[in-house]
């Protein structure tokens, strides 16, 4: 049983436009939501997290909305740039239990 | 500060060897966290050390196992190897098991 449901598994964007993915989870004890970068032969790496407390965050040109009714998340990246291509991964835990993550995003930013 | 480290970063085995992996953490991080990445699956769980003791476990077979040691370093072991444990394994540390995972570049085996 799949935990958190990610989509699109491929996204190209033009360069300067927004870059949109999304999230579902189902268990609603679920208390950090992060997202992960990773570029290919690295290890992903994180980009921006979010608890249910709140409904968005904005750290430069990325923001996580977060809408804990309909138990889903997303990850905004305005003015997309070639240099963001990469994978992308949602995540969710609850607690001390670990991380479950959403099975990727591959994002091209196309001049 | 030292990132992640893991060893070796590629390997090549044959079907009914075993691996071993090896991550050693960010200094002064106490848990280890290991995940195997494959293109079907994304990122899976396996198991969670904090403190040399095994705090959390994922779902797979008892052929993975793993350990830590008193300075934090970690190993993995894979028996039998079977053609589906082709995968990309990821190490990630964390000064105490919740928030923040920093990952290592991984380790990728290719069982043939």
């Known amino acids: 049983q799949q935990q958190v449901k990610q989509s699109p598994q491929s996204l190209i964007v033009q360069k300067g436009g927004i870059s949109i993915i999304n999230c579902a989870y189902e268990n609603t004890a679920f208390d950090y939501f992060p997202w992960y970068q990773q570029f290919p032969g690295k290890g992903p790496a994180l980009l921006i997290a979010i608890r249910p407390d709140v409904s968005e965050k904005k750290e430069g040109r990325f923001t996580i909305s977060f809408n804990k009714s309909a138990k889903q998340f997303s990850l905004h990246i305005m003015d997309s740039q070639p240099g963001d291509s990469a994978t992308y991964f949602c995540?969710?835990?609850?607690?001390?239990?670990?991380?479950?993550f959403g099975k990727g995003t591959r994002l091209s930013v196309i001049a | 500060k030292a990132g992640v480290t893991q060893t070796p970063r590629y390997l090549i085995k044959t079907r009914g060897q075993q691996v071993t992996l090896s991550c050693s953490p960010i200094?002064?991080?106490?848990?280890v966290s290991w995940y195997q990445q494959t293109p079907g699956q994304g990122l899976q769980f396996l198991f969670e050390y904090f403190s040399e003791t095994q705090r959390n476990k994922g779902n797979f077979p008892g052929r993975f196992s793993g350990r830590q040691f008193s300075n934090s370093r970690s190993e993995m072991n894979v028996s039998t190897l079977e053609l589906g444990d082709s995968a990309l394994y990821l190490c990630a540390s964390s000064p105490s098991g919740t928030g923040e995972l920093f990952f290592g570049e991984g380790s990728r085996l290719t069982v043939l």
């Open positions: 200094s002064g991080h106490r848990s």
């Open positions: 995540a969710a835990s609850a607690g001390n239990t670990p991380l479950v």
